[in-house]
């Protein structure tokens, strides 16, 4: 079965508290341990699980020398979700669904952004496209700081008919992004099922995703700025939809 290598304190306690049984080797730094470490080294311990003391140059291998903070986990591959997984699991919900759909984000780190503020705000699920995105990778994991283990990423052939798919089957409302629209996010109800979508900054979405929304809303920009960046454009929206909800 496929692999993938998590790294970083947040991404590896995420996998042993939330989803041992994924986990097959973790590794650490011969040479130094640090109390961080510890609860992590305590769950390792308390499932079992195999635990290898390595150099800090093996574990900068393994880590494709990204920072690891002492701390690598070969693990499972999360399973992987397409658009068929995405129009069944939104239909059992028991609850208006929040998704957020990203067009286009290439960053491995701001994808790991967004997948951590929709699991802050309480959402279903991330869409990206097979083509045109950044592929989920231990950069992704650690810059979602665990909340991979808990939100489902569905990756489609074709964005434009998932969302067709979720406005025809699923009933969401699609409420894409562009700093071209009249309406913004504070005159939008999002009480009701929708997915959000989002393009890179500069491009936005893409013109026949666009063409797929119910409706387009800006973010109020009162500064010299005239766009944010995806990952805290996410937050905003994905936290005014939450604002909304608790009321």
Not at 33 to 40: A, S, T
Not at 135 to 152: F, N, Y
Not at 218 to 235: D, E, K, R, T, Y
Request: proline share 4%; with cysteine.
């Amino acid at each position: 079965m496929a692999e993938e290598i998590l790294t970083g304190i947040h991404a590896v306690l995420a996998v042993l508290t939330q989803n041992p049984s994924r986990v097959r080797q973790v590794y650490i730094n011969e040479n130094r341990r640090n109390n961080r470490l510890e609860p992590l080294l305590e769950a390792v311990s308390a499932n079992k699980l195999p635990l290898k003391e390595v150099s800090r140059e093996k574990l900068d291998s393994l880590a494709d020398n990204q920072i690891h903070q002492g701390i690598v986990a070969r693990c499972e591959a999360l399973p992987v979700r397409a658009e068929a997984e995405l129009i069944w699991d939104i239909k059992a919900l028991k609850r208006p669904a929040m998704l957020l759909v990203l067009d286009g984000v290439q960053d491995p780190h701001n994808l790991g952004a967004c997948i951590r503020t929709l699991n802050g705000a309480g959402g279903d699920g991330v869409v990206i496209p097979k083509d045109r995105s950044a592929p989920v990778t231990s950069v992704v994991h650690k810059t979602a700081s665990g909340a991979m283990e808990k939100t489902p990423i569905y990756t489609v052939t074709n964005l434009s008919r998932t969302l067709q798919q979720l406005q025809q089957e699923c009933g969401l409302w699609i409420v894409g992004t562009s700093d071209k629209a009249e309406k913004n996010l504070y005159q939008v109800d999002f009480t009701v099922p929708f997915a959000l979508v989002l393009g890179t900054e500069g491009k936005g979405i893409r013109r026949l995703v666009s063409e797929h929304c119910d409706e387009l809303i800006s973010i109020p920009m009162q500064g010299s700025v005239s766009s944010l960046n995806v990952s805290v454009a996410s937050g905003v929206c994905c936290y005014e939809a939450l604002r909304q909800r608790q009321l």
